[in-house]
């Protein structure tokens, strides 16, 4: 099992890897991207390595980055990655834009909204068996 956070904010990175290990999720498990172009090529060289080894089972990925956003990241997912791979996604952010939070529950990719920051329950609660 691996997670992938995207954000391109140090405090996030630092506050959710220490959730998650208190959660019982180890350093290893989990891998940190500055840039959604970090993360895409990151995917894209696994796909074309076949090498799934370190597949992520969920991807956290903030809405509003510079460059580009966590819109970008999901077309370029959804044109990337086979269904049958496609990793749980969820959007983590700070934003209380209702406009934001309803466009992100009309994308049938992602699995849902969580307010930044995340706590160690959040990442208990995940089904790490499923992926």
């Given at each position: 099992?691996?997670?992938?956070?995207?954000?391109d904010d140090e405090a996030p990175h630092i506050y959710h890897r220490l959730m998650a290990e208190e959660s019982g999720i180890s350093e290893d498990q989990i891998e940190n991207f500055y840039e959604v172009d970090q993360a895409?090529?990151?995917?894209?060289g696994q796909i074309n390595a076949q090498d799934l080894s370190q597949w992520p089972s969920y991807i956290f990925v903030d809405i509003n980055m510079p460059y580009k956003s966590g819109y970008d990241f999901v077309k370029e997912v959804e044109a990337l990655i086979p269904q049958e791979l496609m990793p749980v996604i969820y959007f983590v952010s700070s934003t209380k834009n209702p406009s934001d939070i309803q466009k992100?529950?009309?994308?049938?990719?992602?699995k849902g909204f969580e307010t930044k920051f995340l706590e160690s329950e959040f990442f208990?609660?995940?089904?790490?068996?499923?992926?």
């Open positions: 099992m691996k997670l992938y956070f995207i954000d895409i090529a990151k995917l894209e992100v529950e009309a994308i049938d990719i992602i208990k609660s995940l089904d790490f068996q499923k992926n």
